[in-house]
């Protein structure tokens, strides 16, 4: 039962561990996937705030450009004679990022630049149809930037256009600012993107600068992307409109495995040019860096794990050890109750054992010691009172002898068991003729066989057999043995004596055709005071001694007996007595 109970407090234990053990699991995953979440939400707005430091850069660092060559414009009151060529010089020098800066005349043609080798002195618009964006300024009269263009040194760049007006908007030409795309991103995209890239592209998304692919460069973006998916096209959608934002995307990189990747992108807008800078990064790359919180996450969870299952582990301990202490403790008692229980037991069983004793005792002499005692008060007193005679006077004596005899047997029975049990029982061996013996004893009860009309047989072996035994204690036997089954057996039945010889013992066996004896009873009848029908065996008189005065007589010498019977039948007593008395045999007295 405990050791179930033992193994039910495991289980419970168990089960509450791993509910622990799931939950912390369970809320760590869920913090983990928080924590991921919240982490590429940063990750991307400081993407978003590195596109808008690139669109700012690009817009001040133009706008710089510009604002001096605008100021130049409108300051002159009549063109200088070296056409401006040594104010440009002192511009390109102060702010890097020109290739080239020249004035033409009214006329369109260049008439001066600086540096000189990069300037085509007496090149005229018109001639070489390249007179628009001239036109356009000198209309508007408004600084105009041309969309990106190669130069003829094969370079991206932008073309600004500056009018010049002198006195009372006098328009007298326009200063022209070659600006490669390289030389702006070179100066303003200074932070680095390891593992993913940055790119610009104007509102007709044209590829402008593009730090992982230097080659696309001047390609349409919507015919360069190699994974062109949805997100991504409504993505470069929205650069070209010049909207700023984040989203993600996936394209294949070099081994052409899908990737998702972040994108921020931010407008660059300044004067009529519209371009977009985007910044790219590759979520496996942000998910890199929540991987050391993970880590961390993971050694934090695998603690409280350990931690819980240690101490999961001593409670079932403990309750384990508990219960094995109670369980020790319940069988120790156990046990101890049950010798205890069986003592008592015994106790008890001897108890009604003395109880029974007693009663047969008492029955047996108030019956045995009354009757005769009667009998002998009557016959006295009839003497005493009654001149009767000598006749009379005679069989009276005689009945008070007889009683008299019968209380001294009683008397002598009672010693006997006495000695019996108190191992005290003294043999007087001798050399005897067991025939003799017999015949002694069917002397003894002839009379009482007679009155009963009962017929005795006997049956010796061919040779005459000696024994060495207490003489009188072994015709005590048999006389005993004969009585019972004289009183036992009715009118007119038979009695049969056998003695045979089996090497070492003798064997006698005294069979009657009587009334037998119960099975249930057949133990018992060699127990002191026992008789199997009280009523029935207190008219045939007796103290139930006998049987027990013979098995000591038998046992105190070494043999035994035993009975067999069939109630209603007959019974028949058998003995064995060892032809040699020896002197370990006489110890072996049964203690009734
Ligand atoms: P006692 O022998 O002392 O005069 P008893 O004959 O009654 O008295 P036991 O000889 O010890 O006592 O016998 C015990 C009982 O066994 C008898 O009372 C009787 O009930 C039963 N018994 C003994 N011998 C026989 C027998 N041959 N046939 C049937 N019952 C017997
Ligand atoms: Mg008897």
């Given at each position: 039962m405990f050791a179930k109970k033992s193994r039910w407090n495991a289980i419970i234990v168990l089960i509450i561990t791993m509910l622990f053990i799931s939950s912390i699991l369970f809320l760590g995953i869920r913090a983990n996937a928080e924590v991921e979440e919240q982490f590429i939400d940063q990750f991307t707005q400081g993407q978003t705030s590195q596109a808008q430091q690139i669109s700012n850069g690009i817009t001040t660092f133009l706008n710089e450009k510009v604002t001096m060559l605008e100021v130049l414009s409108i300051q002159p009151h009549q063109i200088p004679d070296d056409n401006f060529s040594k104010t440009f010089e002192s511009i390109y020098e102060k702010s890097k990022g020109f290739y080239v800066i020249e004035y033409v005349d009214k006329n369109g043609?260049?008439?001066?630049?600086?540096p000189e080798e990069n300037t085509p002195l007496e090149y005229n618009l018109y001639e070489n149809e390249r007179s628009i964006p001239f036109e356009i300024v000198r209309e508007t009269g408004e600084t105009y930037i041309t969309d990106p263009l190669t130069t003829f040194e094969k370079e991206l760049a932008i073309y600004v256009w500056v009018p010049v007006y002198v006195g009372?908007?006098?328009?007298?030409g326009a200063f022209i600012a070659v600006i490669e795309i390289d030389k702006i991103t070179e100066e303003?995209?200074?932070?680095?993107?390891p593992a993913g890239y940055i790119y610009l592209i104007n509102d007709n998304a044209r590829?402008?600068?593009?730090s992982a692919e230097?080659?696309?460069?001047?390609?349409?973006y919507f015919d360069i992307i190699n994974e062109p998916d949805v997100s991504r096209l409504e993505i470069i959608g929205m650069q070209t409109e010049g909207l700023s934002g984040s989203g993600t995307f996936s394209e294949r990189n070099e081994n052409g495995f899908l990737e998702q990747k972040i994108i921020s992108y931010e407008p660059v807008i300044w004067k009529n040019q519209q371009w977009s800078v985007g910044v790219v990064t590759p979520l496996w790359y942000v998910e890199s860096l929540v991987q050391s919180i993970y880590v961390k996450q993971g050694l934090f969870a695998m603690i409280s794990v350990a931690f819980i299952l240690f101490i999961g582990s001593f409670i079932a301990l403990i309750l384990f050890s508990w219960n094995k202490t109670l369980e020790d403790e319940v069988q120790s008692k156990t046990s101890e109750l049950e010798k205890s229980n069986e003592y008592l037991q015994n106790a008890n069983r001897k108890l009604k054992e003395l109880d029974r004793l007693k009663n047969d005792f008492v029955s047996m002499v108030s019956h045995e010691l009354k009757t005769p005692l009667t009998a002998m008060k009557t016959s006295s007193e009839f003497m005493k009172e009654t001149e009767c005679d000598p006749e009379v006077k005679e069989e009276m004596l005689d009945l008070i002898i007889r009683n008299i005899d019968r209380q001294s047997r009683m008397v002598d029975d009672l010693l006997d068991i006495s000695r019996i049990e108190s191992g005290r029982m003294k043999f007087n061996p001798e050399d005897v003729n067991i025939r003799e013996i017999v015949e002694t004893s069917l002397q003894t009860v002839e009379k009482q066989a007679k009155d009963k009309g009962i017929n005795i047989k006997v049956g010796y072996p061919q040779e005459s057999l000696t024994i060495r035994t207490d003489k009188d204690k072994l015709i005590r036997v048999f006389v005993n043995l004969l009585t019972n089954a004289i009183k036992f057996t009715p009118h007119e039945g038979d009695v049969e004596i056998s003695v045979t010889d089996t090497g070492d013992n003798i064997q006698a066996s005294i069979k009657d055709n009587g009334i037998g004896i119960p099975p249930e009873k057949r133990d018992k009848i060699?127990?002191?005071?026992?008789?199997?029908d009280s009523t029935a065996t207190r008219k045939a008189g007796g103290t139930g001694l006998g049987l027990a005065i013979i098995k000591g007589i038998i046992d105190g010498q070494g043999g035994n007996i035993f009975v067999e019977s069939e109630n209603g039948k007959g019974s028949t007593f058998t003995f064995r007595l060892p032809k040699e008395l020896k002197e370990?045999?006489?110890?072996?007295i049964e203690q009734h």
């Open positions: 043609t260049i008439v001066s630049g600086y009372e908007d006098e328009f007298e303003t995209i200074k932070t680095e993107n590829l402008l600068y593009d230097t080659d696309l460069i001047g390609k349409n060699f127990d002191k005071f026992y008789q199997v370990e045999d006489f110890t072996e």
